[in-house]
């Protein structure tokens, strides 16, 4: 069963260890990333890869739909490991355009549990109803809401009390709101880092 991913794994150690031999040890010895990512779980969205960084380089938290809710364990957990104990100072909230989370959480359908963990984004929705529908095409309708998600997520991480206690004791964290293109590869910068509680009212 999956001989292809288990060859393919050997011949990527291989290569890394050709290229640097001391790779996986240093792995081992530490991990002090720079580094959160909060993603989407999409298969086409591969964290390490989109930023060109090696293992131990980038701490990744992914979920449907890149959400930060301030109710999720797993989220929190993540959050406060990264701050607290790896001491990360940037946290960076990535969207993709074309995210079927996105689409499926405004579509009107029913698919189970995840319509109750993507309530969040119809929320969104609401709240910028006008913008969105002054938006006359779908697909640039869903990219927009893409990013408005995005920039609540952002909030989300900024107003919670990790990063804030993390603030008070002179900690250096920027909290940073991306969308991802698939069909480019590139990375837009939605310009709404927070580095501070005088940032965090700008996002109102």
């Known amino acids: 069963m999956l001989d292809d991913l288990k060859a393919n794994n050997r011949a990527w150690a291989t290569r890394k260890i050709e290229a640097d031999p001391g790779f996986f040890k240093r792995l081992e010895d530490q991990q002090a990333p720079e580094y959160l990512w909060i993603g989407c779980s999409d298969s086409r969205v591969p964290a390490n890869e989109i930023v060109d960084l090696d293992p131990g380089e980038l701490f990744v938290h992914r979920n449907v739909a890149n959400l930060a809710p301030p109710q999720d364990a797993n989220y929190l957990s993540v ?100 969308v991802y293109s698939l069909g480019t590869g590139l990375v837009n910068d939605l310009n709404v880092t927070v580095s501070g509680l005088e940032d965090l009212g700008k996002l109102d």
Not at 80 to 108: E, P, R, S, T
Not at 149 to 177: E, L, M, P, Y
């Open 79 to 178: 959050l406060q490991f990264a701050i607290d104990v790896i001491k990360v100072k940037h946290v960076m909230v990535v969207g993709h355009y074309g995210c079927g989370g996105i689409a499926a959480a405004v579509d009107g359908q029913r698919r189970g549990l995840v319509d109750h963990w993507l309530h969040p984004i119809r929320e969104v929705c609401h709240e910028h109803r006008h913008e969105l529908d002054a938006i006359p095409e779908q697909r640039a309708r869903l990219d927009r809401l893409c990013e408005l998600n995005v920039i609540r997520q952002v909030k989300n991480v900024a107003s919670d009390v990790f990063v804030q206690d993390a603030w008070a004791r002179g900690q250096t964290v920027c909290v940073h709101g991306w």
